[in-house]
Nanobody, 122 residues
């Protein structure tokens, strides 16, 4: 049906930058809300940023001014540009999308991508 493929994680020094991307493929009619979550060891998964179909964004307070979420609707892809990274940003990052399938264009289904590790060294 639908697959979300995530890329862009890695190891970076504090102050560095990384860009994550997540592309959805399959029988997609439309991809509505998109977001990035993260989960650090021993902690619950938390919302980092999300973006709606119109481009309205929302960010976790601790990443405001450092992270930028964007989307390419033609490619059903969401991005997370992460600048000025801090050790506390270390986590597994997951993308999330609400997608309407071709077979059910008026019903949204929530999908998760496989996580990608982001490690920020001090």
């Amino acid at each position: 049906q639908v697959q979300l493929v995530t890329s862009g994680g890695g190891l970076v020094q504090a102050g560095g930058s990384l860009t994550l991307s997540c592309a959805a493929s399959g029988s997609i009619a439309s991809a509505n809300g998109m977001g990035w979550y993260r989960q650090a060891p021993g902690k619950q998964r938390e919302l980092v940023a999300n973006i709606d179909l119109g481009g309205l964004t929302n960010y976790k307070d601790s990443v405001k001014g450092r992270f930028t979420i964007s989307r390419d609707n033609a490619k059903n892809t969401v991005y997370l540009q992460m600048n000025s990274l801090k050790p506390e940003d270390t986590a597994v990052y997951y993308c999330n999308m609400n997608i309407a399938l071709m077979t059910q264009p008026f019903r949204l289904t929530n999908y998760w991508g496989r996580g990608t590790q982001v490690t920020v060294s001090s």
